[in-house]
Each structure stands twice: as structure tokens, then as C-alpha cells.
């Protein structure tokens, strides 16, 4: 017999509705309420909601008390686990304690290097990579064990999830890639940015010629540019973002006048949106609207995507 889902995103997922999800950037400080405010604002307009694992190596409060946070609040975290900062040991003691404080939801990533951080002489552990964690993680939940074969009395059963690049010169090792997180364990992942939704569809091409949409759930990462710069940073400086020329050109038009500049770039976002939700194979998106978070409710309602679906899962009655 299927087991029920044990989470919200999952449920969606599974009843094969189109999944929304976003993200929010934990503070630099020891204060939550903002970030509590934020999770309020969003809530009702997403499936669930990721909390960075201090992303860029930049450090900011942990992914696990801010999933705790926006849980009060009624909204569904995805906590992040990067393999730059534990070992197997913290990382398997960090899963049971956020399994036990309600967590389901789990996102596995490498991590980004301290060089490129706020402390680039920080030692960088990597006592795993994403691949292993992807695995330890799966059999954590399914064989109810411990890296090193002892059994776990309550195993967590997390709703497992990785990221993806989908830029890259070669497209066939991207899908190889994908295929590989299947394989380790991953039930949906959640992709870099796109821009390009031409590119994106091609490869989804050749994902779904290889059947991996039906073995993973994808989700298609868009974001609102919030401003010129902030585009063209991103093409000189973030691995796996691709902004096209056309679009640059866009934000060109509309730059000195801030607000102008990203209504333009949300409307990007709506058209990328619509773009990517017509790919055969896409199950949803994830909003990255960084430091703009103030553009989800708009960005889902004009999207279509709201309100969101009803759906039930383990411990939701």
C-alpha cells in the first residue's frame, strides 16, 4: 500500500497539481520577526517555502530555526542541508532533530565554498557530497538505518528534494545529472533560475525522452529582477544563470526609475511563468524573488495560480 504524503508539497505534487514554492533569505541576525512577517505574506499563496542554508557561504541564522519560524506561521518550510559545514555525524544529528521539530520537507545541496563567502578562510568539510547526502538520506528513510548500518528507532521520513542546473554546455550531461539524482534518491528538484525558456525546453526534451519527469518531480526556478545590475551580476558572476541579451535590454529601457524596473522585471517572471508551465514535464515553479519577496502574492495571483489547491496529508487533519 502507497503511504500518504507527509507533507503538503508532496500531496500537490502527487495529486498532480502545479506546485508553487519560494524562498526566503534568513537574516543576518538573531531576530525573527521579520522573517516571520514574511513567511505571513506568502503564505497563503505557496505550497511551501525554502530556507537557505547559509547560501553564498554568507552567514545568516540556520535553515532549521527558520523553518521552525515560518512553521508557527503557518507555512510549510523546506529546510536546506548543505554538506560545506557538518559531517556525516552533525548532518545526520541535524535531520533527526528537524525531523522531530516537524520538518518533512528536505532540499540536499553540496553548498557553495567559503572562499566565495564572508569567511573565505573558513575550512570547508564536505565530508559528502549532494549525491551521498541524496542516498544517506533515502536510506534513512527507507531502511530505517544510520550511515553506518545501526538501526534509528523513528527514522525520518523526509519528502526529498535537490537542486539543478539546467545550463550547461553539454545537455546531455545536465539529463544524465538529473537522472543520477533519481537514482540517489531525490523525489523532486527544484532548478537554477531560467530566463531562457527555449534552451529549458529543449532539455526537457530529451528529460522526458529518457522517462526521469515520471521518476522526479521538477519544478522550474523563475525569479522577478529586481533591478539592471542585479541582471547583469548575475550573468558575470552566478554559475548557471543565463539572462538573453533581449532581456537585459528590457530592464535597460526601464532603468533610473526603480519601481519601473521591476514591474518590467516581474513581468519577465510572469512571462517565463507561462513559458515554462506549458513544457510537457514541468510539475511547478519556484519563485526566487530575492530581496523582493513583496512580488509573490502579485507574481501568483497574475499567474493564475491562486488560490491554492486543496489536498490533505499525514498529520494535516
Sequence with gaps: MTRPPISRLEAVLRAGHFAV????????????EPLAAKARMVAPYVDAVNLTDCQTAVVRMSSTACSLVVRREGLEPVLQMTCRDRNIIGIQSDLLGAYALGMRNLLCLSGDSPRIGDHPDAKPVF??????LLKMVRLMRETGTLANGQPIKVAPRFFIGAAFNPVSVSMDSMVRRLAKKA??????????????????????????AEGIHERIK????????????????????????????????????????????????????????HGVRAIPGVAGI????VFCEETVPDIVRRAGLFPRPEVTWEGSA
Excluded at 286 to 289: D, S, T, V
Design 183 to 208: 537514482d540517489k534518491g531525490a523525489d523532486f528538484v527544484q532548478t537554477q533560475m531560467i530566463f531562457d525558456v527555449e534552451h529549458f525546453a529543449e532539455l526537457m526534451e530529451k528529460v522526458r
Design 21 to 32: 514554492t519560494a524562498e526566503l533569505t534568513p537574516p543576518k541576525s538573531a531576530v525573527t
Design 127 to 132: 565530508d559528502v557530497n549532494s549525491f551521498k
Design 218 to 273: 521538477i519544478l522550474a526556478g523563475v525569479a522577478p529582477l529586481k533591478s539592471l545590475r542585479m541582471a547583469e551580476y548575475m550573468n558575470a558572476h552566478v554559475p548557471g544563470i543565463s539572462v538573453p541579451r533581449h532581456l537585459i535590454e528590457r530592464l535597460e529601457r526601464a532603468d533610473g526609475d526603480p519601481e519601473a524596473v521591476l514591474r518590467e522585471g516581474v513581468d519577465i517572471c510572469l512571462e517565463v511563468i
Design 286 to 289: 519556484h519563485i526566487m524573488a
